[in-house]
Structures are given as C-alpha cells and as structure tokens.
C-alpha cells in the first residue's frame, strides 16, 4: 500500500496511525512516499483548507474527532501550518538510507503529539526539530 504524506498535514499524522494497521489485516506493506502538499496544491491550484476560515474551523474539529476515534494522541501545534521543505526533503534522504521509517514515525509524533512544530514568526525555522528527528533516530543531523 503506498502511502503519500507530508509531515505537516494532520490527516497524514491520523492516516499514518491507521495505515500500518489497514496494511497488516490486508496483508500488504506500507511504502512510505513522502510529498510537499503545499506543491501539490500548488498545482492543483487550489487552497489549504486552514486557509478559508470557516474550513480551518472544521477542519480543526474533524481532525480532533478522527483522532478520538483512532485512539490517537494529537497535540495541534502553535503555529499552524508550519513549514516542512527541509524535513520533507530530509525524509527523502532517509528513504535512500533505509531510515524513512524511524524518520516519519518521530517527526510524526514529534509534530503531533508533543507540539514539536516549528516555533517562531513565520513558522519556517525547520533547523531545530529537524535536527531533533534525526538525534532520536541516530542520524547526524550535519548529513
């Protein structure tokens, strides 16, 4: 089963801990194919749903019930969206070494369950849990 995902999206952090599960009773395996969804939006030529407010409100309380639902913990980051270029492309990175697993599993719950996001005005200094991620799989976050 392919799995597409960006690390910054909440319905891939609420997928994510269902599909090992849909995977295993199928019989099948999880590839992991980590994308940009900003890009894909991008183009589709469409918007983020957190972008139109009354979507953003929704979305918001979806999110918190699928997560009830999946027995999932969820913690939504402050701020939201945050960016993810430079841990998305890490995530490829890994893929070529074998480590895409670990990788996705603790920036998953780094950014979801422990409010691990990116702090700062625009919410684009990856650096910090970047290099989080990596200690807690055994990478050099210098690679």
């Known amino acids: 089963m392919e799995f597409y995902y960006d690390l910054v999206s909440p319905y891939s952090y609420l997928a994510y801990g269902e599909a090992g599960r849909v ?5 099948a395996e999880v590839v992991l194919r980590p994308v940009l969804l900003g890009a894909l939006h991008k ?3 469409i918007k ?3 972008e139109t407010p009354a979507k953003g409100r929704y979305q918001a309380r979806d999110i918190r019930r699928w997560a009830g639902r999946y027995g999932l913990p969820m ?9 993810t270029l430079k841990t ?9 070494r074998g480590s895409l ?7 998953f719950a780094l950014f979801w369950e422990e409010d ?13 849990p970047l290099r989080e991620v990596a ?6 976050p210098r690679s």
């Open 43 to 45: 183009a589709a030529g």
């Open 75 to 83: 913690r939504f980051p402050e701020p939201f969206p945050f960016r």
């Open 48 to 50: 983020a749903p957190i």
């Open 23 to 27: 995977a295993g009773e199928a019989g």
């Open 88 to 96: 998305m492309r890490a995530a490829v990175w890994c893929a070529g």
């Open 116 to 128: 691990g996001a990116p702090k700062g005005l625009e919410a684009s200094d990856e650096d910090g």
């Open 135 to 140: 200690r807690r799989v055994g990478l050099d």
């Open 101 to 107: 697993e670990a990788f996705t599993r603790e920036a």
